[in-house]
């Protein structure tokens, strides 16, 4: 499906709020289990009545096990909260024996209640995350986590590694469609920019409490503040990318320097899905597996199981 630009500036930045699929998708291959692994309904469900909790994660007496010392940390797009961002992947994890843990972040005061995540500004945001994983690691006792974020939650996880020491405490990072370098948005924020009417938009956006929108601008005082930061040597990192991403754009943005830089159509040529399905899309949850579980960097998923196409 192609976005106009109003229906781009809808999504400014989302990451995945499962109110704006309408598309299901079929789930990863289902295993035997303790959690089922939730789908598109359940992802509805959970951002409208339990925005913040989501099966699997913050079991705050979990420890780690020999086989997976890191706790997992889940981070949310904009618009979205982990009651639906999150429901193959953290019930996939705990299945698996990890220790998971999940946040919101960004609420503002247009947040309803909570559902409505990644608002507030960058540095804010960082910082609210930087405080959960240190309580991960004060209550599990590990040394590192990982982390996967989806849109926002992917730059959110950057902001830890550069601003918050996180290059001593990450393990791995994996970033869906993640945003730290900014977005063009279909070329709404280069057109503004053309225009001369960017600052206006900007203070539009800041005055109706979504400042977080701005700062994943490509340009933006945030992006520049932290592209001006190198990537701290130690983790291994893995982006996740689409070329059917019309909300972080181009897509090849999304690339980290020393980073295993994805593209899914590369490994399922077939794979429809857009930035806001790839919570749901298969491929995707096996990369993510795989590389949290320390697996093979020529890993190839099973082309099935594709993510909503928006």
Request: hydrophobic share 40%; net charge neutral.
């Amino acid at each position: 499906m192609r976005l106009t630009r109003s229906a781009a500036l809808s999504f400014a930045c989302a990451g995945t709020a499962a109110v704006l699929v309408s598309t299901a998708a079929a789930p990863a291959a289902r295993a035997e289990s303790t959690l089922p692994i939730g789908g598109l309904g359940d992802a509805a469900v959970g951002y409208a009545f339990h925005p913040n909790s989501v099966a699997g994660a913050n079991d705050w007496s979990c420890k780690p096990s020999a086989a997976h010392p890191d706790p997992v940390v889940l981070l949310p797009g904009t618009f979205a909260n982990i009651g639906a961002n999150f429901v193959a992947l953290s019930p996939m994890l705990k299945n698996a024996g990890y220790c998971v843990f999940a946040t919101n972040f960004g609420m503002t005061w247009l947040s309803a209640g909570d559902r409505v995540g990644g608002l507030d500004t960058e540095t804010t945001s960082g910082n609210q995350v930087a405080a959960f994983i240190d309580k991960v690691l004060a209550s599990t006792g590990a040394q590192k986590v990982d982390i996967v974020g989806h849109s926002q939650g992917g730059s959110m996880g950057v902001n830890y590694l550069k601003l918050h020491d996180g290059g001593n405490k990450v393990g791995t990072y994996v970033g869906w469609g993640q945003s730290s370098n900014g977005t063009t948005l279909s070329g709404l924020v280069t057109g503004a920019q053309a225009l001369g009417a960017l600052g206006i938009f900007n203070v539009g956006l800041a005055a109706l409490g979504a400042p977080g929108l701005r700062d994943q601008e490509v340009g933006s005082a945030y992006t520049k503040q932290t592209a001006a930061i190198p990537l701290p040597q130690g983790p291994k990192y893995l982006t996740i990318q689409t070329t059917h991403d019309q909300v972080v754009t181009p897509y090849a943005t999304q690339s980290l320097p020393g980073a295993q830089n994805i593209v899914l159509q590369n490994l399922c040529p077939n794979d429809p899905t857009g930035h806001a399905g790839l919570f749901l899309d298969s491929p995707t949850l096996q990369l993510t597996m795989n590389a949290l579980g320390g697996g093979p960097a020529d890993f190839k998923p099973e082309c099935t199981g594709y993510g909503p196409a928006i």
